[in-house]
């Protein structure tokens, strides 16, 4: 009996410990604004800047979210904005959804249909969130992502605000187990166009 209160405790224990270590990063964050749009990320990321005329902001969480490690091999996590040349909000979906395919650098799961859904920005205007997975040969990992697609009229043209999370796990249960569409849509309640 005093064997399994003990395992109890531990398992409440770990729960509550990793639990805590992701709630805490949210309670410190840090305003990011633009001409164009606002958004936060935990201080305790790493604020990697623009890069080159595509990227506009870009942030490793890099054993700062997630745990270093997964099946023996690392887990990378990084939130990019960026710019989506294009003419509205469709034609900025559309090309997002047909750059996941150019890239030959990723293979998709056999019979995997891209998630899209429909939002509204906490600032008024309509966008989507899309997601789709693959795996990296290069690196041997696999990558969720998920887009946040929104234009600009301010700025005219679109961005992609994109959460990616690279990991070992062909089965891509990891996606679920360590709720990273909950994790992409927390960080996309604090973006707004203006």
């Known amino acids: 009996m005093r064997q399994i209160f003990i395992l109890f405790f531990l398992i409440v224990f770990c ?16 305003d990011i604004e633009t001409e164009y749009y606002s958004l936060k990320v935990p201080k305790s990321w790493i604020d990697l800047g623009k890069l080159g005329d595509l990227v506009d902001q870009s ?10 490690s997964f099946n ?14 294009s003419d509205d909000l469709e034609d900025a979906k559309t ?12 293979i998709f799961p056999k019979d995997f249909v891209e998630g899209q859904q429909k939002l509204t920005l906490q600032s008024g205007q ?3 969130l ?17 887009d946040l697609v929104v234009f600009s009229n301010k700025a005219n043209r679109g961005f992609l605000v994109t ?3 690279q990991y070992k796990d062909d089965s891509y249960l990891f996606e679920k187990t360590n709720h990273l569409e909950d994790f992409a849509k927390k960080l996309y309640s604090y973006f707004k166009l203006k």
């Open 15 to 30: 729960n509550n410990f990793f639990a805590q270590t992701r709630d805490t990063s949210w309670q410190n964050l840090k």
């Open 72 to 85: 023996k091999s690392p887990i990378i996590a990084g939130f990019f904005v960026m710019n989506a040349p």
């Open 130 to 146: 899309l997601n789709t997975r693959f795996f990296r040969p290069s690196r041997q990992l696999n990558q969720s992502r998920f």
């Open 163 to 165: 959460v990616s999370v």
């Open 95 to 106: 090309k997002c959804l047909k750059g996941y395919k150019e890239n030959r650098e990723r």
């Open 59 to 68: 942030f490793d969480a890099t054993s700062l979210y997630f745990v270093d």
């Open 126 to 128: 309509e966008a989507f």
